[in-house]
């Protein structure tokens, strides 16, 4: 465990986030998290200081989780930056592109493998993600190669305002329910919008 935050401290950050976009003071997309932060604390029980964290546009929680300071955070997706936040210094990085951070993350592992380092990657994904080629191709590599990495799906039920399931036809994804020491699957239901804080914001 890197931080001591609680469930209150992720939530009451949103707000502070979501507070703020709606008063029309950050000039950028957010992309904020709700009812998951139980799952989070829970996942970065196993994420070490010394580990790689990559994710998607929705990466307030895992910068937090992975020690980012919160007004160095809160000043970085003021500027705009909610979206593709990344920070070096702490091992933890997002793409706003789908998927696109599932191969770098791979590509990472395969590296610290090859080193014979003690590291390890996390990769957070949401459910549409998992069920896209480059996902499911990226996970099919790491378990044959046995790489040092493990896949977070977040099951929100929809891709932006897209039923996931419906979209393939499905009442059960890939991953769902699947027993796989690389693969956590968690559900949730996020009370924010995809994009926003619920308010219509002039700019």
């Known amino acids: 465990m890197i931080t001591n935050l609680t469930k209150n401290d992720l939530i009451n ?5 979501a507070d703020t976009f709606n008063e029309a003071r950050i000039k950028a997309p957010v992309h904020l998290y709700s009812n998951n932060e139980e799952q989070m604390v829970e996942v970065f029980k196993d994420i070490n200081r010394h580990d790689w964290v990559f994710c998607s546009w929705r990466s307030h929680y895992q910068c937090l989780l992975k020690g980012v300071p919160e007004n160095e955070l809160f000043n970085k997706i003021y500027k705009g930056s909610s979206i593709s936040l990344s920070f070096p210094e702490y091992k933890i990085f997002s793409s706003g592109i789908v998927g696109g951070s599932v191969p770098i993350a791979v590509g990472t592992a395969l590296s610290i493998k090859l080193k014979g380092k003690q590291e390890k990657v996390h990769c957070f994904m949401g459910d549409m993600t998992s069920e896209t080629g480059i996902a499911h191709e990226c996970i099919k590599y790491s378990k044959n190669y046995n790489l040092p990495i493990r896949f977070i799906i977040e099951d929100n039920e929809v891709s932006v305002c897209t039923d996931t399931r419906k979209t393939w036809g499905t009442d059960l994804l ?9 693969i956590v699957y968690y559900k949730y239901k996020n009370t924010y919008p995809h994009a926003g804080a619920g308010t219509r914001v002039q700019f």
């Open 174 to 182: 890939t991953y769902e329910n699947v027993n796989d020491p690389m």
């Open 13 to 17: 950050f949103e707000k502070r986030i």
